[in-house]
């Protein structure tokens, strides 16, 4: 493959250069479980960066605005904000540790100057709002300057009071628990295109919400069967049409795709669609079921495609289309001969996502060694990068990356024997309209952008 590389702007097809423009975090060979980084998301602008850890803090990076000097400069994403989310609980009932790591942000549609964020560990959903204070009210004339209550016989005279500037503050404030919905650990939350409701899932149900309402949800889809013992599947994944506020697929341990309608009925046990692709017989092995269960689904942001991710590929489905996906793409196919390693080590149960670039055309996954993965949908050409200290300077091109198997080795080529399987892209976000990509490494995130968009800043 050429230098150039994948992921042309949004509506141009043409091939771009990434190269590192941020990296956050600490560069520490012990990292405190804690610090590992559970999940990042850009919000509807892209002018806002979340990021979830497993000590159940949310960061939240903000983009800096155009200088007036410089029209062009878009600044870095500095902190705007960090929050503890969740805490560690205990279910006494049940005796279990309730974790307090992050697995999921989604940020609401912005309505007015506040922006709102759901987060959410393995029970419990939290809607936060964040807004900004940059004036404080002064000459209150019942209270002094620390807020306490004046003694009334020493107000003589009547003050208006006034609003002074400030220092810039940022507030988190919790507006909603919603709590008790789930029996399971809750794996996926999507906001509807209503901007009204939500639903969460988890192994068995998927639960509507809204965002009003605390104490109750709606249960529209369990697949718990009475007796526990013919469960052959769980659910992995969930997501709501970005446009058809009654349209939500999710995914399965068995690798299918269900879409359901919840004009059809209020119980959505019985899809509409079911998108699976029938197995090769020449392909099946003891592993075949576990690389098949799809960890991540996203619809495109026309709405037209779904995107899935599975072990070792990445699928794209046409709703139009339940019996095969319309592309497969290959993420590591080196590793199928290490399979049973990879179950020993429980990697094979790692559970990658992907994502797709604000024009649909190029869609990006993670894998092992700290490599991650594009995929040109138009030109058909893919990529291997590494998102790494080493090999990564400020504003300099990333070198594709190539993984050997046996034979003869080029000069930078790596050997499948030698990749790090402790280094693992698990999770990845690409801004809605722009070629910026936010890669977490652990408890490294990465920002990466094309070279074009670098040079202008």
Excluded at 87 to 95: N, T, V, W
Excluded at 230 to 253: K, Q
Aim: net charge negative; aromatic share 10%.
């Amino acid at each position: 493959m050429s230098q150039k590389q994948v992921g042309g702007p949004p509506g141009d097809n043409s091939t771009v250069d990434w190269c590192l423009y941020q990296l956050n975090g600490a560069a520490e060979f012990e990292v405190s479980e804690a610090d590992i980084i559970s999940t990042v998301e850009f919000n509807h602008t892209g002018e806002l960066l979340a990021t979830g850890d497993k000590g159940g803090r949310v960061v939240i990076f903000q983009r800096e605005p155009e200088s007036k000097n410089e029209p062009y400069n878009q600044g870095e994403y500095n902190v705007y904000s960090t929050f503890q989310s969740h805490e560690p609980e205990f279910d006494y009932l049940k005796s279990l540790e309730i974790e307090e790591k992050i697995n999921k942000i989604k940020w609401l549609p912005q309505q007015n100057a506040a922006h709102s964020l759901l987060s959410t560990n393995d029970k419990t959903i939290k809607l936060w709002k964040i807004t900004e204070r940059d004036k404080r009210p002064e000459g209150y004339n019942l209270k002094d300057e620390e807020g306490k209550l004046k003694d009334l016989s020493t107000v003589t005279s009547l003050q208006v009071p006034v609003l002074k500037p400030m220092d810039l503050m940022v507030e988190v404030t919790p507006r909603r628990i919603f709590a008790n919905g789930h029996t399971y650990h809750v794996n996926s939350i999507s906001v509807n295109s209503d901007c009204e409701t939500y639903m969460s899932a988890d192994d068995l149900r998927i639960n509507l919400w809204h965002l009003a309402i605390t104490d109750r949800s709606f249960n529209i889809v369990d697949i718990k069967p009475a007796n526990m013992e013919d469960l052959t599947e769980v659910i992995t994944a969930s997501e709501f049409h970005p446009h058809h506020c009654n349209l939500f697929v999710y995914s399965s341990s068995k690798g299918s795709l269900r879409l359901c309608d919840m004009r059809a009925s209020a119980l959505c046990d019985k899809h509409s669609k079911l998108y699976e692709e029938p197995e090769d017989p020449s392909n099946r092995s003891f592993f075949s079921e576990i690389i098949s269960s799809v960890s991540d689904v996203k619809f495109s942001h026309s709405g037209r495609y779904m995107l899935t991710r599975d072990y070792l590929t990445v699928k794209v489905w046409d709703l139009n289309m339940e019996t095969k996906p319309v592309e497969t793409y290959q993420v590591h196919d080196y590793l199928r001969s290490k399979l049973c390693s990879l179950y020993e080590n429980d990697c094979i149960f790692d559970k990658f996502e992907c994502a797709w670039n604000g024009s649909d055309s190029v869609i990006m996954t993670g894998a092992y060694n700290n490599f991650f993965r594009m995929f040109d949908r138009n030109t058909k050409r893919d990529v291997t990068l590494e998102a790494s200290r080493e090999s990564s300077k400020p504003r300099a091109i990333l070198k594709p990356r190539r993984v050997c198997v046996g034979g003869k080795r080029r000069k930078d080529d790596i050997s499948v024997d030698s990749l790090d399987f402790t280094k693992k892209i698990l999770h990845t976000a690409w801004h809605p309209t722009e070629n910026i990509i936010a890669i977490a490494a652990t408890n490294n995130l990465y920002i990466f952008q094309d070279k074009v968009n670098s040079e202008m800043h």
